[in-house]
C-alpha cells in the first residue's frame, strides 16, 4: 500500500486542494487555462502567485515530469542510459528488462536509440524511467495526445495499477478527460492561470 505520509498541498485564502500517494489527479481546462503552467508550478520551474502555497509532506520529493514535447527529448543515448540517468543506485540489466517489460516494452532493446521510438512508446519509457527514480510526485502533461482511443485507455490503466502499489502522485494535465475517467482519484479544474483550481465533485 502506498504510504499515506506522502501529500500534496495547495493553500489560498479561500481553498485548499489536497493529494495522497496513490492518487492520480486529473487537471482540466479549456485550451490555453493555465493547465502546463500549474504542472511547472508543482515542479517548482516556476513560482506560484502571491497569496499561494504548494507543500509536500515528503521532506525531500523526488519530481518527475513529463513536458507535452513532441518528439521527446532524450538525456542518453541508449534505452539503457535514459532509464539509469539520474538513479542513485545502479540497476542490472535483468531489472532494467523487467522494467521495460511492466510498461509494455518487451520488443525495445535497451541498446536501442530513444531517438527511434514512436509517441507511445516514448512515454512509456518516460514512465518506465520514472518507475526507476521512485518519485513522490509525476507531472505528466497531455501524455494521451495522438494516441489512438484504445492505446490512450491502455496507458491510462497501467499507470492506475502502478500507482497501487506505489508512494507516487500523479497529476495529469489533459484535454481528453475519457481517457482516464476509469483510474482518476481526483478532478482539478483550471479556470485562471492566477486561480487555484478547482476540485470538481461529481
Keep these: 500500500m502506498p504510504d499515506s505520509a506522502n501529500k500534496l ?9 489536497e493529494a495522497n500517494a496513490g492518487e492520480l489527479i486529473l487537471l482540466t481546462g479549456d485550451v490555453g487555462s493555465g493547465k502546463s503552467l500549474w504542472l511547472k508550478r508543482l515542479a517548482q520551474l516556476v513560482e506560484l502567485p502571491k497569496g499561494l502555497t504548494f507543500n509536500m509532506a515528503d521532506s525531500a520529493p523526488v519530481v518527475r515530469m513529463l513536458f507535452d514535447r513532441w518528439p521527446s527529448s532524450w538525456l542518453g543515448q541508449t534505452v539503457e542510459e535514459e532509464l539509469m540517468f ?5 540497476c542490472s540489466a535483468s531489472q532494467l528488462e523487467q522494467t521495460l517489460l511492466q510498461w509494455g516494452l518487451m520488443d525495445v ?11 507511445l512508446q516514448s512515454v512509456r519509457l518516460s514512465l518506465a524511467a520514472m518507475d526507476l527514480a521512485k518519485p513522490a510526485l509525476v507531472l505528466l502533461d497531455n501524455p494521451s495526445a495522438a494516441l489512438s482511443e484504445e492505446m490512450a485507455l491502455n ?7 502502478w500507482l497501487k502499489n506505489s508512494n507516487t502522485i500523479v497529476v495529469v494535465a489533459t484535454n481528453r478527460r475519457q481517457d482516464w475517467q476509469t483510474v482518476l482519484t481526483q478532478t482539478w479544474n483550471v479556470k485562471s492561470p492566477m486561480q487555484l483550481p478547482e476540485c470538481v465533485k461529481y
Design 109 to 119: 532493446a535497451l541498446t536501442a536509440e530513444p531517438q527511434a521510438l514512436n509517441r
Design 9 to 17: 498541498i495547495l493553500n489560498s485564502a479561500e481553498c485548499r486542494l
Design 155 to 161: 496507458l491510462s490503466k497501467d499507470i492506475a495499477s
Design 86 to 90: 539520474g538513479l542513485k543506485d545502479s
